[in-house]
């Protein structure tokens, strides 16, 4: 497989668009690849909850089979679900959504594809943090924007500094992407953070651009600032977020993205040229999922608390390792001592050791010494791989 990799993307055959080469070699695949050929490996690479979705959900996928829901729903996402989301963030975020401010996608992952390559051109800057989820700056790429990277740093828990975002702004700026909580640091944003971009934004008539798949996953009765509850209005706003994360849902592959009216419509035909409608019977399962009980919600939130807790407490009994307490998702973000190289501490550590974690420049370019670990595993599964990462660690010399 990472041979299969190799050849496409370093190919000189002409076929391939050009373009495509803005695309890495996803660091995760490769790790995972590797992962696949050896016995009795911990991950602490996964990306999806460990749970399956409630059986609720699971059972209106079935029912929907079952009465023959097989067939296309509307563009912008079947009338029930664009309804019952409308109703769900209108609650959640205190404002009024209609069903013509959102379109249901095939995961947040087409949501931000068609956010970003619908607005992306040559000669148009896109604020990034980095490190960031990794699809977003290839993505702006692909299409001929550029990046301006704004770097978190560990020892300040990898808070975006609103201050940093405005100054990088200049006259080519086109749009800001925030991601909070942010895949790969679990940094959630404070309101006042996220109300200083999306102001500074507006009175520019810049975009900005959230991704809040992880909106639930949010720890300690924190405060959770969406860009729903902190803009005025729609205008220069697209919030993606999904049902990956929150009810267990990632295979399902059903997202959404909310927007002013004339922006969804607009992506709606763009929609239509690439996956033409969201999975139809999933669909349904996402209106089981608004309308049902979520208490368990509660529940996944105590749990992932734990197992950060404990994470984090591991962490710090590590040699070489700089950690720090994410308030969200599933992800810790520790970084190696200055200037080493993380891809190699991470393939040394899965030969030597048999965990999995993934290196820091999947997501970016100034944490190169970074390692991502995620905690959506067992407390179990977590405490067996540090038995083995401290006396590795212990080992190391850095320098
Ligand atoms: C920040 C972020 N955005 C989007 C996605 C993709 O979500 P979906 O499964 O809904 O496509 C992920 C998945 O890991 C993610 O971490």
């Given at each position: 497989m990472s041979r299969l990799d190799f050849d496409f993307y370093e190919s000189e055959d002409p076929v391939w668009n050009p373009a495509l080469l803005t695309i890495p070699v996803p660091g995760i695949r490769k790790m995972v690849n590797l992962a696949a050929t050896m016995d009795d490996v911990i991950h602490l690479s996964i990306g999806q909850p460990d749970a399956p979705a409630p059986p609720h959900v699971i059972q209106a996928g079935v029912d929907a089979l079952q009465a023959g829901q097989t067939g296309y729903t509307m563009d912008a996402g079947l009338p029930e679900l664009l309804d019952a989301l409308a109703e769900y963030n209108g609650e959640r975020y205190g404002r009024t959504i209609s069903p013509e401010n959102i379109l249901v996608t095939t995961g947040a992952t087409e949501a931000i594809y068609l956010a970003l390559s619908a607005v992306s051109a040559p000669g148009r800057e896109f604020i990034v943090a980095d490190p960031s989820f990794m699809l977003y700056a290839p993505l702006i790429r692909m299409h001929g924007g550029e990046v301006r990277y704004v770097p978190t740093r560990v020892e300040n828990n990898h808070q975006l500094d609103p201050q940093e975002v405005i100054d990088a702004i200049d006259s080519n700026t086109h749009a800001i992407i925030l991601n909070s909580p942010s895949n790969p640091t679990g940094t959630v944003y404070p309101r006042e953070t996220v109300e200083t971009i999306v102001q500074e934004a507006a009175y520019r008539g810049i975009y900005v651009i959230s991704d809040?798949?992880?909106?639930?996953?949010?720890?300690?009765n924190r405060d959770y600032a969406s860009v729903l509850s902190c803009c005025s209005d729609l205008d220069h706003v697209m919030i993606i977020s999904s049902f990956s994360k929150t009810f267990s849902m990632a295979g399902m592959r059903i997202g959404w993205l909310i927007a002013s009216q004339g922006a969804i419509k607009k992506l709606r035909r763009y929609h239509m040229f690439t996956t033409t409608v969201a999975n139809t019977p999933c669909q349904w399962a996402g209106v089981a999922a608004l309308?049902?009980?979520?208490?368990f919600i509660d529940d996944i939130q105590e749990n992932y608390k734990k197992r950060r807790n404990r994470l984090v407490q591991l962490v710090e009994q590590t040699p070489h390792l700089e950690g720090y307490m994410p308030e969200g998702a599933f992800y810790l973000f520790p970084s190696l001592p200055e200037g080493v190289n993380g891809n190699n501490v991470a393939l040394r550590m899965l030969r030597e050791t048999g965990v999995c974690t993934i290196a820091g420049d999947t997501f970016g370019e100034s944490c190169r010494n970074a390692l991502r670990f995620s905690y959506a595993t067992s407390i179990e599964n977590i405490e067996r791989a540090f038995e083995r990462i401290i006396p590795w660690m212990e080992r190391q010399d850095f320098g």
């Open positions: 809040e798949v992880y909106d639930h996953l949010v720890y300690d309308k049902g009980p979520r208490a």
